[in-house]
């Protein structure tokens, strides 16, 4: 999680040292879409795939589910998710999405947002079928993803899409078409039951506003300006996401282990 080095830093972490903490492509309001459809209740055992700050996991633990373990690659994203959350039956541990470590068959929910487009598609396929293992037969993936639209969407213009994103990002995001996004649950073995979609206005005005509030916002912006390297970047991305805006989006998929 190195965010010293502006011009290097991904930019997921340039935003968050600027203090943005709603770092989800679709926003606030498609995360509690996620929480809703999950319906977690006290008997459940969640896992989170990457909990980054740990916006997602407050509004999941606020429901008081039986366990939750947050899995992330970054030790020092789980450093800091410890000083963070803690409680009984809460425990973030260092590991790949892909090789959790976790038993198989154990857990009610697994969840990961604005992870699995930063990988390479064999990744996101172990990825997904991680989360199958781990779940009990009936249980619960939901993703929330950088999404492309539409389904038939160019190649072409996929390639260029993923070409812009990882120059301005740092990071070699492939989002996906919405039927590409099913098809890759469904290969695993998932049914899909709910998919709900969103602009991809993360830069946006009125989606900052919304999503960190006026007094928060106007914090970010004076970081920005105090951060000529960061305002740089952070512009960059603005100008890629509104450039590709007409053909990206944000989506949430939840579906079920059969």
């Excluded at 604005?114 to 396929?125: I, Y």
């Excluded at 899909?192 to 919304?210: D, E, F, P, Y």
């Excluded at 106007?218 to 960059?236: D, E, W, Y």
Aim: with cysteine; hydrophobic share 40%.
């Amino acid at each position: 999680m190195d965010t010293t080095d502006f011009r290097k830093a991904q930019g997921h972490w340039i935003l968050a040292r600027m203090g943005k903490k709603v770092l989800r492509p679709g926003g606030k309001e498609l995360t509690m879409k996620l929480v809703h459809a999950l319906q977690v209740t006290p008997q459940d055992d969640i896992v989170e795939f990457a909990p980054g700050l740990g916006y997602t996991a407050a509004l999941t633990l606020a429901e008081k589910p039986a366990s939750y373990v947050g899995v992330d690659a970054d030790k020092d994203a789980v450093k800091l998710l410890e000083r963070k959350i803690s409680g009984k039956n809460i425990h973030f541990i260092q590991a790949n999405a892909a090789h959790t470590g976790l038993p198989s068959g154990t857990k009610d929910k697994v969840y990961g947002e604005a992870m699995l487009t930063m990988q390479a598609d064999h990744r996101k396929a172990e990825i997904v079928k991680e989360a199958y293992r781990i779940l009990k037969p009936g249980g619960l993936y939901a993703i929330h993803e950088l999404g492309l639209f539409p389904n038939e969407l160019d190649e072409t213009q996929k390639a260029t899409i993923q070409k812009d994103l990882a120059l301005s990002i740092h990071v070699n995001a492939r989002p996906m078409t919405a039927s590409e996004w099913q098809h890759i649950l469904e290969r695993e073995g998932f049914k899909v039951r709910k998919i709900a979609t969103n602009a991809m206005h993360l830069l946006q005005i009125k989606r900052m506003l919304n999503d960190e509030g006026f007094f928060r916002f106007l914090k970010i912006c004076g970081n920005i300006l105090t951060h000529p390297q960061a305002a740089k970047r952070i512009l960059n991305m603005r100008s890629v996401f509104k450039k590709h805006e007409r053909h990206m989006n944000a989506i949430v998929i939840v579906a079920e282990k059969i």
